[in-house]
Every structure is written in C-alpha cells, then in structure tokens.
C-alpha cells in the first residue's frame, strides 16, 4: 500500500507501555469498537486478552468446558497455535465492528511479548497493516493510549487490579497476603492464557516466595510459551514440593515434556514412563484425606495410557482410560473436564487402532458431553474421512467451521471433503480461508493453488503461484509449485512458459520423476 493510499484510510495510534500485566496497546485498540456486537468466538479469545472484560465472560455458558473453565479447575492450558487462533478472531471481529485498517504501534520498544504475538497475527489478515514505531509519536496525546484518525481516540488506562500489580511486582518486600495476590493473579493469567505476564509476575515472586509452588506456576508458563528447557528446570524445582499432589503435578510436567513438548531430539518416552511412575508411587503413599487423591491418580493414569499406546499396548491403554472414565463420572468442573480428555484420548486410541466404529462412537460421546469444543466435531470429521464418509464429514467439519472459524486445519478439511464430493468452487473457498489463517503456511498456499487448477482456473493459478516469493522454499516445495504452474501454461498454450518452468524444476530437483518426461512432451509439441 503507497503513502497516498494509506492517508485516505482511517488510522489509529496505540502506544506500548511498560506494565507487568501485558496486552495494554490491545486494550486501546478494542477500547475503540463495541465488543458487545462480537461474535461468540471473539469474545471468547477476548478472556485472552482482557480477561476483566464483561464481554468476554459473558459467553462462559456458550463455550466449551475447556475454554469456560475456572482457573483452579483447568487442566488443559493453550499453547501457540491455539492463542494464535484467539487472536485472529479478536483481530477480524475488531475490523467487522468498525476498526480502523491501519494500525500503529508507538514506543515499539516497550511492547510485551503478548501484544507482540498479537500484533504478528493481525498484521496477517487481509485488509490490515500494523506498524511497529520506535520512540512516541509527534503528538503527545498519542503516548498515552489510543488515537483514531482526526475523531481522538479511546485511551487505555489499567484497571486497579493491574494497577496493584506493577506496583507489587516492584515493591522491596511483600507481607503474605500481598505474595498471596501476586500467586492468584498469576494463576488466573494462566488460566486463560496469558503466560506471558504470568512469567513476569511469578519471577518477581520468587524473590519473596521461593517455593515449589511457585516454581510449578513458573514452569507451566514457560511450557506454554515453548520454553521446554526453563520449563524443566522450574519443574525440578516443583519436585521438591512437600505436598504430594504438588511432586506428583512436577512429575506429570515432565513426563509430558519428554512426551510431547520438548524439541524432538529431547524426547523419551522411557523418560516420560519413568516420571508418570515416579509420580504414581507419591500419589499410592499419600494420605487418604489428600483432597482429590482420586482425581490425581486417574490424571497420572492418563499419563501412562499414552505411554502404553505409543508401545503399542492399545488394549492396556484402552483399559487405563475406560477405568479412569468410570471414576470420574460425578465430581467438580475439573473431574468433568477430566473425563471428556479420557474420552477424547479413548477414542484417539480407536481410531488410530483402525477401530472406526468404536471412534466414532466414542466421539459422539464426547459430543454429547461437550459439544461446543471444535476441535471434538473435527477429529469426528477424521474418522468419517477415513472410512469415506464424506457426506457425514461435511456435516461435522461445517458445524466446527462454526464453532471455531479460525482453525486452519478445519478449512484445508473442508477443502479436501469438498474436492472428494465433486464441489470445486467450494473446494476452492475452503483452501482459500485455510491459507487465510496460515499465510506463511507452503501447505495452506500450495492447497489453495491446486484447488483453483481443479477448479479450471488456470489463469488465476498463475496469477497466485507466480505472485508468492519463493525465497523460503524448499527445492522440493518450490519444484513442485512451479510443475503446477507448468501444466497450467500447458492448459493456456503457453508452451514456452512451461518449458522454462520445466527446465527450473530440474535445476531445482534434478531427479524429479516426471519433470523429464513433461519437459520432452512439451518440447515435442513446440517442434
């Protein structure tokens, strides 16, 4: 976009600050538009944001039991992609309601990791340009919040809870009711996401409260934000907690790291065996008064049962988890949201056993517990998908499309189902909103491409895959996009443009299977 167009658009200014709690430069931004005509996926990922907000609670009862979770009672805590997903429905519902397209960001150097994170993903939907400036703007009134075009704007203030916060996290010495209130606050932020000012707020913690405890919050906040090796560090720590729920929750951390989250060349599944076991065997000892013992022991069990699947002892791991189910059936919010994990993780286990039936029997009892979770109405998609029903796949990819309408993976699904029933055009709309979500994704671009050449577009196959820088390809992807660019120009007569492209597919791929043979054929109808 030139200057000259960008002067004929409205503009807003927000400024980063320096708070302990994160988000402020958002909080302007929102502060600009009515959040009470978002819809129900915004103000979902709003309780990211603005966790204070009314608007965002307000929609606690339409969410899935994950997302309306309390923070004491949450088990499942978001990682990247899903704060990403947040964000952009925050972004788009901020355009919808009125926003202003060009964004800038003054006093860049202050800007927290959170907002950051959210000004990356809105910078990525289509119709908005975000600006990161070093230094305050010219005018000074634009330095303390919010500005919007020649109208002003909403400034942000921090409410007094986050008031109290900066300046705790800053103060030479709490008393235990103050250390008390930071660990709360840094629980809730968790709870719905917020790592990022968690891990400020737990780090000036420890300078009063050096516990495990605390070391456990802390390790959880780094896992969250992909910090495997802080994280085990701070859960080493948390092992040395005297509460037994607490060493065994240590123990879980790290078998989950070795499980899932650490960088591929860490993982172990012995190691996590071994920790799930450690954990075990301090829940079996601990006193029978223990709060929730039974909860604990299930979630350990749980554990294990991945451990069981992944050596192959399907029937071991079905059993861990039918048992676990059974346990679970009446309790609190978190037993409740426990026990849809187990039935999720059960039916992951049939389908990945070939049992489809029984997967998609157990999904549709998960649904029946849990509809409003996306995720759910999508993996039931899988299992229709892998025993070619595709019309009942269409059914449960449209109704996660609805409930989560920024899931890259539910689009290319959609994609893929439409293409299989013969819908092109759909096809075509449904890659088109996956790489939407996923710009940077080659997976979600090349989708897209072929799905319009399916469609008999090659004009726009052109258009679009030639357009797309090709620097950070690799020669198999960039080889492979410029073979359907080949066929195109071969649709359209371009019979020179698709010998080049040919010819670059070999320099690139020198052993591609067919990109020899294509390359005779068109050169024999040139001659």
Known sequence: MDSGEAGTMERITVAADRSIVGF???KALIGTVDTSIWPRE??????LISPEDP??????SESSLTDAAQAHERIRFFLRDRLNRNFRDVARAYLDSGGAPLVEVTNAEHLDAGSRAFFEVMGNVPDVRVTLRMGAAGDEGAAGGAEAGDEGGQAWRPTATETRIDALAQAPALDATEQDFLYEQAVDLLGVGDSWSAVRILEALLRHRNTPAVWGRLGLAHA???RTLEAEFCYLRWCEDPDPVGAAGAHYGLSMLYARHHPTHLRSLDRTAQHLEFGHEILQKAP?????LEFHRVFNRNGYALVEFRRGRV?????HLTEGIEKLRSGSGKHHMHQTVLIYNLAQCYRRSGNLPMAIETYEKLLAVDGNMPEYHMELAHCHLDAESFESALDALNTARELGPSITEVHSLLGYTHLQLGLTEEAVASYHRAHL?????????????????EAGRSAEVLAVATGRPTHDLTPQQHGSLLTLVAEQHTLLGNWAE???????????TPDHPDARTNLDLVVEAMA
Do not use: K, W
């Open 498 to 508: 698709a010998r080049d492209a040919l010819e670059h597919v070999l320099r690139l």
């Open 224 to 226: 969250m934000l992909g």
């Open 55 to 60: 608007a965002g609670n307000a929609v606690r």
């Open 24 to 26: 402020g430069p958002v």
């Open 288 to 292: 029978s008064d223990t709060p929730d």
């Open 437 to 453: 979500c996923a710009p940077r994704s080659y997976d979600t671009f090349y989708d897209y491409v072929y799905a319009l050449a």
């Open 42 to 47: 915004a103000l979902i990922g709003l309780r």
């Open 315 to 319: 029937q071991e791991a079905v059993q």
